[in-house]
């Protein structure tokens, strides 16, 4: 416990209820007040129940209030996921009590207890997937519906496997409970700072050279996989990244970057600008606890914290969320975490993939352009 | 398009919480301090980070949170929350607030207690507990009537109108002051105090000096009593609403300025009939609005607009939107004709 201004990242409850709601045929129920509910509310697109306790069902119990919840819900939901908020938590409510005749999942993430890849765990490992060997495919996971770049990663992961002649098995979480239960023996993860589902995960497609890694690594694995268009497809997405970066240098010193986000999608978006551009990375913020890398990385959560990072490094080029966005207007900026607030984006924006890579690139670039433009007039 | 499926009555009315900070974070010069779990402080944060963005303004309110782990929750929060006063405390803000949660309330932390201990800036302990302290709507108004209390003596010099209680969460939160405002300047009255939005804590003592207040909604009108009786000020209970309210707005906004309002009261009218004329292609056009039926102000705006556009009302018309806070005067009723026009024509 320590004091924190502005706390910038999801509770673990909103990261429970992120990587449930992927799942079609499970409803989820936050087991608390509206004011937990609205948050998470606003990121998933999907439904979402909720007890909204008042004063009395604190003092006298929420059972009743919770059981009157879960009758309501649609029978189409084969099974209920309860996520516990911080007070049913501290008043030792247990859902699993109520609602005998439906098959409820009880998962415990009170906010207080972590960040939101610690809920996204603690709701995988609720949920126990299961792999079944005859499975045929990949799973993919880190896919989470209150990701902006979700539905992008996926799309991409997906396009990747079927140019290797693969399919996608389980998708965690975009899934149904059904699927969870028979998962393929490998996955590949487009974050690997989210807990993993079920099967060996043997690549991230964080990267050009990840991408390219983990399809070797799936075509000694898999019958039928064909790594071959998905690498000569890397190999010119590099050939593409080079000629327009060599451009770019041609004119311009390249930009000093801080980058935020969770760990390893802010250390890949450090290897391509370092890699690509030449790029000096003044710092790397991450939300989560940080994984290894050959940059430094310390743990920024708070907008405080993430405030004096760009007033001590004064990068050119920021990538992050709207809050860095807002911090550093004068810095050239992507986004490459939540929240992106303030911008219309329907499209599905991978950040995995080749042509997460090849976005991400082209994204910096012309952000590093419009901003030396400005400057200039 | 799949809908969040919502509980009707006071469970939707939202947290407690929210609604104080969203008064306690229009001072510029403050710290808010929530005294609970630093997902309570995330949520709303992010919560105005988006209204900032869709305001255009690009500075956040400084939210502490104490951080309340798991620990904490066991063993108490109290020193975690003196702590974090300490820290507000440093970094010289002329005030403090102090804000608690549902979980906070629950563990039994005396929160107002930590609060009054003494300290070097003024702390002001708004008692919130997130849902156990009701909803949204008691936020918002025990934190508004928490700082009418700090007031203290009236200020120097002349006074002008007070704005209580903007909706600061409100997507059209500065197009209906704005419009109250250009509303005022007609009698060449000036709006000297927005109580709370974008103030600085050294103007409070305007409050103590205003000659007219403009209350956002009757909802408020336990304040605008209790601001009559601390300082003798007469309020307006809302703002002006529909063609014929907002004549009645200047009108009695006027009488207590002690200004003559016949010459505002007949110039608005003439912006409104020459407002009216761009819809006319609207007659006879037959509308339906769910809030538009039996009574209300809702349902005596859009019987107005009907009778001054033509138009019909029936269940079987095209659906209309009605918003909710409902729009305000005359320019509001113009914005909310091009939507209609979009919904009859498109």
Not at chain 2, 15 to 44: E, K, M, W, Y
Not at chain 2, 97 to 105: A, I, K, P, R
Not at chain 2, 321 to 342: S, Y
């Amino acid at each position: 416990m320590g004091n924190c201004t502005n706390p910038v990242w999801p509770c673990a409850m909103a990261g429970a209820v992120s990587c449930l709601s992927g799942i079609e045929d499970l409803a989820v129920v936050i087991h608390g007040s509206s004011g937990c509910y609205y948050y998470p509310a606003t990121l998933m697109p999907g439904e979402l129940f909720g007890t909204f306790l008042q004063e009395r069902e604190v003092i006298f119990g929420g059972a009743a209030r919770l059981s009157e919840v879960l009758q309501g819900i649609p029978s189409h939901y084969l099974k209920i996921a309860v996520v516990t908020t911080c007070v049913t938590a501290v008043t030792g409510e247990d859902p699993a009590g109520v609602g005998a005749d439906r098959d409820l999942l009880v998962v415990d993430s009170p906010g207080f207890c972590g960040g939101m890849e610690e809920g996204y765990r603690l709701a995988m490992e609720a949920l126990a997937p299961a792999v079944a060997p005859e499975t045929p495919g990949v799973n993919l996971d880190g896919i989470h519906p209150a990701d902006p770049f979700s539905r992008g990663n996926l799309r991409e992961a997906e396009r990747l496997l079927a140019l290797s002649g693969t399919t996608p098995a389980t998708i965690f979480t975009d899934t149904t409970l059904d699927r969870l239960g028979r998962a393929a023996p490998v996955s590949l993860s487009v974050n690997p700072d989210l807990a993993g589902g079920a099967g060996r995960r043997i690549g991230s497609l964080l990267g050009l050279p990840a991408v390219a890694a983990a399809f070797r690594a799936l075509g000694e694995e898999c019958e039928g996989c064909d790594p071959g268009p998905v690498l000569e497809e890397v190999e010119r997405a590099e050939e593409r990244i080079t000629h327009a970066a060599d451009k770019y240098l041609r004119r311009h010193d390249p930009p000093t970057v801080a980058i935020f986000g969770m760990s390893a999608p802010s250390v890949y978006a450090a290897e391509m600008l370092a890699t690509y551009l030449d790029c000096g990375i003044a710092a790397i913020g991450s939300r989560n606890d940080p994984g290894p890398s050959r940059f430094r990385v310390g743990k920024t959560t708070s907008l405080e914290e993430i405030r004096a990072v760009l007033d001590r490094e004064q990068p050119d080029l920021v990538l992050g969320s709207s809050y860095e966005r807002m911090v550093h207007p004068q810095g050239a900026f992507v986004g490459i975490t939540l929240p992106l607030r303030g911008r219309i984006q329907l499209r599905a924006r991978p950040l995995a993939g080749v042509e997460g890579a090849l976005d991400l690139m082209e994204q910096v670039l012309n952000a590093c352009m419009d901003r030396e433009r400005r400057s200039r007039s | 398009m799949t809908l969040k499926p919502l509980p009707s009555g006071s469970r939707l009315e939202g947290c407690t919480l929210t609604g104080a900070l969203s008064v306690s974070t229009q001072f510029r010069d403050a710290v808010t301090v929530i005294h609970g779990p630093p997902g309570c402080a995330q949520h709303n944060l992010s919560l105005f980070h988006a209204t900032c963005l869709e305001n255009d303004t690009v500075v956040l309110p400084r939210l502490a949170s104490t951080d309340l782990d798991e620990s904490g929750v066991i063993f108490g929060g109290e020193g975690a929350l003196a702590e974090a006063i300490r820290d507000a405390a440093a970094l010289d803000p002329p005030v403090v607030f102090v804000l608690s949660t549902c979980v906070v309330e629950t563990i039994g932390d005396d929160t107002g207690a930590v609060c009054s201990r003494g300290w070097d800036v003024p702390v002001v302990h708004i008692p919130t507990a997130g849902f156990l302290g009701g909803v949204f709507r008691d936020g918002f108004h025990r934190a508004l009537q928490a700082i009418a209390g700090c007031a203290g003596e009236p200020g120097d010099g002349p006074g002008g109108v007070v704005l209580v209680g903007e909706k600061n969460l409100e997507y059209e939160v500065d197009a209906h002051g704005g419009e109250v405002r250009r509303l005022l300047s007609l009698l060449g009255a000036r709006v000297d105090l927005r109580l709370v939005r974008g103030m600085d804590w050294a103007t409070l003592p305007r409050l103590g000096v205003s000659r007219l207040n403009v209350l956002r909604e009757p909802d408020l009108a336990p304040l605008g009593v209790w601001l009559g009786g601390r300082f003798r000020t007469p309020y307006l209970p809302s703002y002006p609403v529909g063609l014929a309210g907002t004549l009645l707005f200047l009108a009695r906004a006027g009488r207590i300025l002690g200004m003559d309002a016949a010459g505002a009261v007949r110039r608005e009218e003439e912006v409104q009939q020459e407002m009216l004329s761009c819809y006319a292609d609207l007659s006879g056009s037959r509308v339906w609005c769910d809030r538009g039926d039996g009574a209300g102000e809702g349902a005596a705006l859009v019987q107005e607009l009907a009778a001054v556009l033509d138009l019909r009302v029936d269940r079987h018309g095209t659906a209309v939107p009605l918003p909710d806070p409902l729009p305000v005067g005359t320019t509001g009723i113009r914005q909310l004709l091009h939507r209609w026009r979009r919904a009859i024509h498109g």
